[in-house]
Structure formats: C-alpha cells, structure tokens
Nanobody, 123 residues
Framework: QVQLVESGGGLVQTGGSLRLSCAASGRTSSIYVMGWFRQAPGKEREFVAGSGGSTSYADSVQGRFTVTGDNAKNTVILQMNSLKPEDTAVYYC???????????????????WGQGTQVTVSS
C-alpha cells in the first residue's frame, strides 16, 4: 500500500501563487506516475497535472502551473502561479502503479489518493 499526504493549500488572492506538496510513503517502489486532480463544489473531479516519464497538464492550467516529481524523496510538487478564482477547489494528490508513458488524465488510472487540500482564490 501507498499513503499520500498533501500540504500547502490555503487562501490566496487572484494572481497570487501557492505551492502544493505531496509526500508518498509505504510501497513507493510501485509508483510510476504521480498526479494532481481537483474538485470544485458541484463539479466532477478533474485532472490538473501529472509527472512520470514526462509531464502533462490540463489546458486550463498550462503555462501557469508546474508539476515536479522527485523520485528520490517520493514527492511531487505543484507550483501554481497566476491563480484565478476558478482554480478554487480541493486538490488531490494521486499515484499510479501503471507504467504510463504519459501521465493519465482519468481518475481510474490512479490507484492511490491523498485526503485533499483546499485551495481558495479570492477575487
């Protein structure tokens, strides 16, 4: 089993920045891809960014968010810049044991999930 713990959420004004961190523990040798998803109230969970053999981003965050994986530390960082009110959501870290060349964008491609961290962007 793998445990994921997120940190770094909070409240920020439009245009500001936040840095989310996710630490993996347990059977981390089984992880090939780590990613971030988010879920806003009343909406479905959506892919944000992923890191594995390559990186992948949702169109809505391309150019504003940067995902970085550190295999040695079993962590993944999501640097979020130029935040907008529509970025407000609970952000979830996810890990996949699938050998994906490109990080998957579907929730069902990930096997482990963190508890989530709230990001609120005020206008």
């Amino acid at each position: 089993q793998v445990q994921l713990v997120e940190s770094g959420g909070g409240l920020v004004q439009t245009g500001g920045s936040l840095r989310l961190s996710c630490a993996a523990s347990g059977r981390t040798s089984s992880i090939y891809v780590m990613g971030w998803f988010r879920q806003a109230p009343g909406k479905e969970r959506e892919f944000v960014a992923g890191s594995g053999g390559s990186t992948s981003y949702a169109d809505s965050v391309q150019g504003r968010f940067t995902v970085t994986g550190d295999n040695a530390k079993n962590t993944v960082i999501l640097q979020m810049n130029s935040l907008k009110p529509e970025d407000t959501a609970v952000y979830y870290c996810a890990a996949s044991s699938r050998r994906l060349v490109v990080p998957g964008r579907r929730s069902d491609e990930y096997d482990y999930w963190g508890q989530g961290t709230q990001v609120t962007v005020s206008s």
